[in-house]
């Protein structure tokens, strides 16, 4: 058969196809990055990762974020290296997910051959979490981490080269916890399936055992710090969890492929479907695999389950390691359907590389996000301008000529935020950078004087608190002038 002789030439020119497809990430993933500005928590990443040296980053990480500081130091380093701009500080991530989509196609091709191990490769592409592979955070990180630990712990299991898989297998996990601690998830998946393999083999794998639990040391490590911003975030957050999140997670995080798998269903109804499934022993996927992959499926409702109970907080890219499992079992199953070199397979695949190529250069050209907002920058050349919206402040304050950075203010007041927006978390945060970044920020008790004038500039859609908190206190103000989503608004404050 046609497809069987394609199968063949893939597995014989498997790292061929697989150079060729990484080079074409790289390009796409890269121009990507190029067009994407930073935003609020980025701008926040770099404050930290632009210290002089790393003890100094691990100490301005830990004093302006509430997440682990390995992405931080390991940003530093990209940006030391290749100097600063939107690419080299995504770079961590970048290669973090690149990392992911390796991993996959080494636990897949292992059971289900080259042809599904491609299609495992690709399929986080085609997920919400490729948005991470260009944002200088945690994210592509705690993914590619999460797959070195998936393929390690097959290769332990497996009694293949153990003693680089066991050590793989606990620095992974100790680097998943130091990217975010909602990265203690991947215990649910890789601790449930070894504990259904040790009750089906009657014994213990004490080489695993050891390396998961020296994995979760960074738990034990930074349990205060961990308490701490679990006790920060319950009071006020900014995104409260709430049950149906747990499906919500996967409405979001699997829109970007729901095209190309109507696509594929349609193509699979025009292909022979006389290709045998495969025989019962053939390809065999161990009971435990299965098992981690469901795992890995149950951790969004899982993650929403411990934000209800623990932190009170929750938003969806912190069960983003969840959809690993669903691009390690999708294709696997497929393979149990279709045969491991059955046409549908071909399909599958051919529908993944178009849809593949088609996210990865559709991109925008990169510009300067300060350059696009022409009021602010006529308001700043008169004078000094309160910017309300703190993510909009950031991001401004990061693309900003420097002439006109102390120019920007940003005011602070907890309780004003908390009773007009809920939550803190913001000025807080801002706050924070006061030592390591020269941000213009001022209490709003001590800079609102009596018949103090000033121009306030807001995004219509995060108008912040501050025009709420003027007005409450008597306050005349007026709107000076408008643009799409932005307004420029003079107040004076009451004698």
């Not at 930073?38 to 691990?58: G, M």
């Not at 938003?315 to 079992?329: D, H």
């Not at 999708?330 to 051919?350: D, H, I, K, Q």
């Not at 991001?395 to 803190?424: I, N, S, T």
Request: aromatic share 12%.
């Amino acid at each position: 058969m046609r497809s069987t002789r394609i199968v063949e030439w893939l597995e014989l020119r498997k790292y061929f196809v697989l150079t060729l497809l990484t080079l074409m990430y790289l390009a796409g993933t890269m121009g990507r990055s190029a067009g994407r500005p930073f935003w609020y928590d980025e701008v926040i990443t770099l404050i930290a990762a632009k210290s002089p040296d790393l003890a100094t980053t691990w100490r301005a990480a830990s004093d302006t974020d509430a997440n682990p500081p390995l992405p931080h130091l390991l940003t530093h380093l990209s940006i030391r290296w290749f100097g600063l701009n939107e690419v080299s500080a995504r770079l961590p991530a970048i290669a973090g997910f690149w990392v992911l989509c390796l991993c996959l196609f080494q636990f897949v091709e292992r059971r289900k051959g080259v042809l599904y191990g491609l299609c495992a490769l690709l399929l986080p592409v085609m997920t919400g979490a490729y948005f991470y592979a260009t944002e200088a955070r945690a994210y592509g990180l705690e993914l590619g981490f999460t797959g070195i630990a998936l393929a390690a712990w097959q290769s332990s299991a497996e009694g293949q080269r153990r003693a680089l898989a066991l050590p793989a297998l606990a620095l992974s996990l100790a680097c998943v916890m130091l990217c975010h601690y909602y990265g203690v998830l991947a215990y649910l998946p890789l601790a449930g399936a070894e504990a259904l393999r040790a009750r089906r083999e009657r014994r213990l794998d004490w080489g695993v055992w050891l390396a998961l639990a020296l994995g979760g040391m960074p738990l034990v490590w930074r349990a205060v710090t961990i308490l701490s911003v679990v006790k920060g975030f319950s009071s006020h957050t900014w995104a409260p969890a709430y049950l149906r999140q747990g499906l919500e997670f996967w409405e979001s995080g699997l829109a970007p492929g729901a095209p190309f798998a109507a696509l594929f269903a349609g193509l699979l109804a025009l292909v022979d479907r006389g290709v045998p499934l495969s025989q019962k022993g053939e390809d065999a996927v161990p009971r435990h695999e299965w098992v981690a992959g469901a795992l890995f499926v149950a951790i969004p409702l899982a993650a929403v389950i411990g934000a209800l109970l623990v932190t009170h907080m929750f938003t969806e890219r912190y069960a983003l390691i969840g959809l690993a499992g669903f691009c390690m079992l999708t294709p696997m199953l497929a393979a149990e359907l279709f045969g491991r070199r059955g046409a549908a397979g071909l399909v599958l695949l051919g529908v993944l590389v178009w849809g593949a190529a088609i996210r990865l250069v559709d991109y925008q050209a990169k510009g300067n996000p300060f350059a696009g907002e022409p009021l602010l920058m006529e308001a700043l050349e008169q004078g000094p301008v309160v910017i309300a919206d703190g993510q909009l402040y950031m991001q401004m304050w990061q693309y900003a000529p420097e002439r006109l950075k102390a120019r920007m203010l940003f005011l602070a007041d907890d309780a004003a935020a908390v009773k007009y927006m809920g939550f803190e978390t913001i000025d807080g945060g801002i706050r924070a950078l006061i030592p390591w970044a020269p941000v213009q920020v001022r209490e709003y008790a001590e800079f609102a004087t009596p018949g103090k004038e000033f121009l306030v500039y807001q995004n219509s859609l995060r108008p912040g608190w501050v025009l709420s908190r003027v007005v409450a206190d008597g306050a005349s103000v007026a709107i000076r002038k408008v643009a799409t989503l932005r307004e420029l608004v003079s107040v004076r404050l009451r004698d």
